[in-house]
Structure formats: C-alpha cells, structure tokens
C-alpha cells in the first residue's frame, strides 16, 4: 500500500470515529418537580431522545434515567390534587444551561429554570388495573376512588427538526381515607 492509499485509508478512519463519536453526545436532561398538593413527592424518570440524521436510515437514541427521593405520605382522596413542573439546570450564575444528571446522582437541588411546557399524557393504575389513561389533568381526585397504592405515569412529548424527546416521569402515591 502507497503512503497516500494508507493516508486516504486513515483520514477516513479518523472521520468515521469522529462522526461515531459526535452521535454518540449526550442529551442534557432536565429536572422535574412532582407535588402532591404542596408536598413534593419521589420520582423515576426516563427520557429517550432520538437523533434523526437521515430519516429511516442513520438515527441515534441516547437514554437518561434518573430518580429523586422524598419522604412519602398517605394522602386522603379529597385532598389529592398533582402538579408536574419541568425545568432545565442552568450554571450558578444562571447564565448558561446544563445537564441535570449529575444532580439526580447526588441528590442535590441546581439552580433552574421552568420551562413552559405540560406533559402530555397521564396513566394511572390500582391494583394492575388502568383506572386512567388519557390527557394530562392535575384534578386527580375524582379518579382516585379507592384506598391504597396508584402508581402514575406521566408523558412529555417534542418533536424538534431532528429530535423527538419523549420523557415517562413514573411515581406512586397512597391514599388512605
């Protein structure tokens, strides 16, 4: 092999690891607030960003999990009324935006902003049964017509040029009487 094949051969290799490594980025996740009347609550998210490049042939998914833990009540049915916050992490000078992953590992607040958007869909289960599945609606009580565990899944749905993001906030509460 010539010294200009072996050149072309590792300039092309040098070019696919970069574009391999470009859609390979991570997606900055955001930070979520789930209350409970005024009290916030524990939460699981999972957000699937999926990278299209050239529709139906080069597309790249990346996934974020992160999970917030708070102390849990039993809340009585007449009092349960939910709001879902979404936010983005900014610096601590607020000046730039970051990702909210490290702060789901270590537990600790960031500086935020809140970003105007409403979750689009809501599911809520008791005792494997669906007893919900439809809009977002944050008048819950009238739904929660029996006691015990009802676990909730909550959807964010974004369709950018290039990107859809879709993020599943998953959460359970007890109701008692």
């Known amino acids: 092999m010539s010294i200009k094949g072996f050149m072309a051969t590792f300039f092309c290799f040098l070019l696919l690891l970069f574009f391999f490594l470009f859609l390979n980025r991570s997606e900055n996740m955001n930070y979520y607030r789930i209350q409970i009347g005024e009290e916030e609550i524990s939460y ?6 999926k990278k299209i490049y050239i529709k139906d042939v080069l597309e790249n998914t990346i996934q974020n999990k992160g999970y917030v833990e708070k102390s849990s009540s039993i809340y009585k049915k007449k009092d349960v009324h939910l709001h879902v916050t979404q936010y983005t992490c900014m610096n601590e000078k607020g000046e730039k935006q970051i990702d909210c992953k490290p ?5 600790k607040s960031p500086h935020l902003k809140e970003v105007e958007q409403t979750p689009k869909r809501m599911q809520i289960l008791w005792k ?11 008048e819950i ?4 017509k029996e ?4 676990y909730f899944i909550i959807t964010y749905e974004m369709v950018e040029k290039g990107k859809e993001k879709k993020q599943k906030i998953l ?3 007890k109701v008692g009487v």
């Open 141 to 144: 009580a009238p739904l929660l």
């Open 103 to 107: 702060f789901y590992e270590v537990g």
């Open 128 to 138: 494997e049964k669906t007893i919900y599945d439809g809009e977002y609606i944050e």
């Open 171 to 173: 959460f359970s509460i």
């Open 44 to 49: 699981f998210v999972l957000e699937d960003t």
């Open 147 to 150: 006691e015990g565990r009802h």
